[in-house]
């Protein structure tokens, strides 16, 4: 059963956006220089003593970043395979638990990585940061796109008709065409 669900499922391909609704991609390089940049104080609010301890927060706090995000978009993703009854309850946790630990593996090795490159260059913070940035922006669409593959059609044309009442054009945003108006 767990084959056939991560076959059809698509667990372990790369981030991109997909059509397929019951794709579930993986957390990707675009949360790196947050992961990076992100930094889980453990010594209570004092200053860290060591490297090993600033080796240790950044990496807990990479883990936990790549955690949360897989965690949301597993989910997300596997909604709409619940609300069809091809997945129920139970096997929508087993399966956001597996691809949760797949990508807090990928958040440890990113975070041991991204805070070695900044004890020895530690002026890349800035860079990072701006890159954190357009990284948050691409993860935000991934979720938006599996927040929207998981509404039936109903709910799709309740929230164009609200948008298109507020002047919002949500066309571009699904599609990435430029259309100047929109239809309800």
Known sequence: MWATIAQRCSIWNPMG?????????RAGYE???????????LSGGHPPLGRARVFSESTLGAVL???????????????AMVRREELNRASQAR?????????????AAIGLAMSLL???????????????????????????????????????REL????????????????GESQSTLEP
């Open 17 to 25: 956006r997909e059509r397929d609704p019951d794709h579930i991609p």
């Open 31 to 41: 949360l790196a220089p947050l992961a990076g940049l992100a930094s889980l104080p």
């Open 65 to 79: 970043v790549y955690a949360i995000y897989q965690a949301l978009l597993t989910a997300l993703r596997t909604e």
């Open 95 to 107: 399966l956001i638990g597996r691809s949760v630990w797949g990508s807090i593996q990928d958040g």
């Open 118 to 156: 900044l004890l020895i260059f530690p002026w890349l913070t800035i860079p990072l940061g701006m890159l954190s940035v357009v990284g948050l922006g691409k993860a935000s669409l991934d979720l938006f796109h599996a927040f929207w593959d998981g509404l039936n059609e109903q709910q799709r």
């Open 160 to 175: 164009h008709s609200a948008a298109y009442d507020a002047g919002v054009n949500l066309h571009r945003l699904i599609h």
